[in-house]
């Protein structure tokens, strides 16, 4: 595949339209709001890079590399392995749901394109959309930097487009903490896909918190 279509393919995997419902989610913010732990722009920048550091730099993006190489190498052992290690590092139940629900969804898409559909590899796409964007972009050829740059800004953008309802802040403000908190990427990414396996995994106690609470939340604009 040619570099041009390559990034045709990628913008398609991290838009907002990917069908795999990214937007229903909150990912703790819901409660932090209402907690009073994330009241303005300035809070919501401190909440997503812990998050940013933590969760992305040293959980999703190594194990974004490690699926991704696993795919390319067609070891379906190694991809199983580490869609469960992902699973596990989800620390409540509203994490893990999320998880398994955006990677079945991202499964059907895949199945309505008759890709990876082959038994080794079907159940564990099912556990994660971090395994599905592995499987097409090996599939598609994205180069692995160029991947999780995607993904990383996709997800960035869904937590800033939460923001936006949550906090709230307007559009303006909204695009300033797409600027400065994206500037921050390539060099989270040189660290994440520098870590040795002993090195994986995120641990936040307050999105850990947000996380459970927002489940008994009475007023509730995301799923939990």
């Not at 949550?166 to 600027?179: E, H, I, M, W």
């Amino acid at each position: 595949m040619n570099s041009d279509l390559a990034l045709l393919r990628l913008l398609q995997l991290a838009s907002p339209g990917l069908p795999v419902g990214g937007f229903t989610y909150s990912q703790g913010l819901e409660w932090a709001v209402e907690a009073g732990w994330v009241t303005d722009a300035k809070g919501f920048a401190a909440w997503q890079r812990e998050q940013m550091h933590d969760t992305l730099g040293h959980l999703d993006w190594p194990l974004l590399a490690r699926l991704y190489r696993a795919c390319q190498e067609d070891d379906a052992e190694a991809f199983a392995h580490w869609s469960m290690f992902l699973l596990a590092n989800r620390e409540t139940a509203e994490l893990r749901l999320e998880e398994r629900q955006r990677g079945s969804a991202l499964a059907r898409l895949l199945d309505g394109w008759q890709l990876a559909q082959a038994p080794a590899w079907r159940a564990s796409l099912e556990l994660s959309q971090l395994g599905g964007m592995a499987w097409l972009g090996a599939h598609w050829s994205i180069p692995l930097r160029q991947l999780a740059l995607g993904h990383g800004f996709a997800w960035l953008e869904g937590a800033v487009m939460a923001g936006v309802k949550l906090v709230p802040f307007g559009q303006q403000a909204a695009q300033t903490l797409l600027r400065d908190l994206g500037e921050a990427l390539p060099a989270v990414l040189d660290h994440a896909l520098a870590l040795d396996d002993d090195q994986l995994g995120g641990g936040l106690p307050l999105l850990a918190i947000a996380s459970s609470r927002h489940e008994t939340q009475y007023t509730r604009l995301f799923r939990s």
